[in-house]
């Protein structure tokens, strides 16, 4: 979980999972959406791929990028069980006693 939250603490990896969102993508179509250098982006696909985010294949000097939906949800589960917050929101949705005040 560590690396997952690593990844999407920066701005331009949470990006390229928007942007992998809607469909796979090459290095070079989604490196033609930011104004980086292609080794700092290829630095960003190392720490997402670290986290196993996004999976890539290679096809000669083609890198095509997918996103590993997945290990984002399987994160995401894991934090809101570590805070209960899934069993907050079940004790929150509980009936209330009619005719009582509620302050």
């Known amino acids: 979980m560590d690396k997952v939250f690593k990844a999407l603490s920066d ?19 989604l490196a033609d959406c930011f104004d980086l250098s292609k080794p700092t982006l290829s630095g960003h696909f190392a720490v997402l791929r670290e986290a196993d985010l996004v999976s890539s294949d290679r096809t000669g000097t083609t890198i095509t990028y997918r996103l590993n939906v997945s290990t ?7 934090f809101a069980e570590a805070f209960g917050i899934g069993e907050a929101k079940a004790k929150s949705s509980s009936p209330r006693k009619a005719g009582g005040s509620h302050v």
């Not at 390229?16 to 796979?24: A, I, S, Y």
């Not at 984002?72 to 894991?78: F, R, S, Y």
Request: hydrophobic share 40%; proline share 4%.
């Open 11 to 29: 701005p331009t990896r949470r990006r390229v999972l928007q942007l992998l969102r809607e469909r796979e993508m090459t290095a070079g179509e």
């Open 72 to 78: 984002l949800e399987e994160a995401l589960l894991g």
